[in-house]
């Protein structure tokens, strides 16, 4: 034993490693993707996302209603054809179930590991936290998008099925073809995704200032409905434009033969900003953060 231990020589890189360690290879993105799509959460809450399309359904098929499907609100004009149900769909999601969506995948990332005490083995193996942060938020992005895909995807086959590929009608009156509403949709899914970064960046910070899975997701959804709530008092002014959810609907003006695009502009440099500041501040604590669970 003593031949093969002076044998055994263990060089160090210059940033102090074992040589031959590399940081890349540890954590890999599909052990984490695969990790979290086994937890159950994962897999009831797409199943639930497949399953609301068809929910909303019934509650239109069953209800009573005289309304005209080319007049009135999204509501009235869910019926009217497969893309007005989509958007139907957005739309009624959008205030409450897609922020949660994002703030529990990147909210419970980090804070569960430390719940049940295993981030500090993570962390031994040795991932660096840069990196474990990095895979973290990137395997809770990809969950969230494929997420925000799935649900108007499944309402567009469901509203196929039962309304048909009509034109889409606006509140305002306008329409648009089938081909014309598939690409609205398209982008309005690019920009709902990019309207939630602000979500994923605030989950992710509460995700490790915090033990509590819990209190990152109950905490980022929480802000959310006080955004929300603080945007329908007119009073504020101009300062309701730089509230996080002020235009979280922006995407609407897309269903229109005149899109406008000046507040889904204004919409995504905001929460982009709001999400670089708050990804900033997870990097910072997570760096200085005293782990012992």
């Known amino acids: 034993m003593e031949v093969a231990a002076n044998r055994d020589h263990s060089g160090f890189d210059a940033d102090g490693s074992v040589s031959g360690f590399r940081s890349a290879r540890t954590l890999p993105l599909r052990v984490e993707l695969i990790r979290q799509l086994r937890r159950r959460r994962t897999q009831l809450l797409l199943g639930f996302l497949v ?51 994002v703030a529990l995948f990147f909210g419970d990332t980090v804070a569960s590991e430390a719940s049940w005490s ?41 509203g196929l099925l039962f309304y ?7 509140p305002t009156g306008d329409a648009i073809t089938f081909s014309d509403s598939l690409l609205a949709m398209v982008f309005s899914v690019v920009y709902i995704s990019v309207n939630l970064l602000w979500v994923a960046g605030l989950a992710m910070f509460l995700s490790v200032a915090t033990d509590a899975p819990l209190g990152a997701v109950g905490g980022t959804v929480l802000v959310a409905i006080l955004s929300q709530i603080l945007d329908q008092i007119t009073a504020l002014g101009t300062l309701r434009d730089y509230l996080p959810t002020h235009f979280a ?15 889904m502009t204004r919409g995504a440099f905001s929460a982009v900003t709001y999400a670089a500041i708050f990804g900033l501040l997870a990097a910072r604590r997570f760096r200085t953060k005293d782990v012992t669970s």
């Open 164 to 170: 048909g590929s009509g034109e889409a009608v606006s």
């Open 249 to 263: 609907f922006a995407w609407s003006d897309l269903i229109s033969t005149d899109i406008d695009w000046s507040n």
């Open 51 to 101: 399953l609301l399309p068809f929910i909303l359904w019934a509650a239109f098929e069953f209800g009573t209603s005289a309304n005209n499907r080319r007049s009135g609100g999204f509501v009235d004009l869910a019926t009217a054809s497969a893309p007005n149900f989509v958007v139907f769909v957005l739309f009624a999601a959008g205030s409450f179930l897609l922020p949660m969506i």
């Open 118 to 158: 295993s981030l500090k083995y993570l962390l031994a193996m040795p991932v660096p936290r840069g990196r474990l942060l990095r895979q973290k938020a990137t395997a809770s992005g990809l969950l969230s998008l494929f997420a925000l895909v799935l649900l108007p995807v499944v309402a567009l086959l469901v």
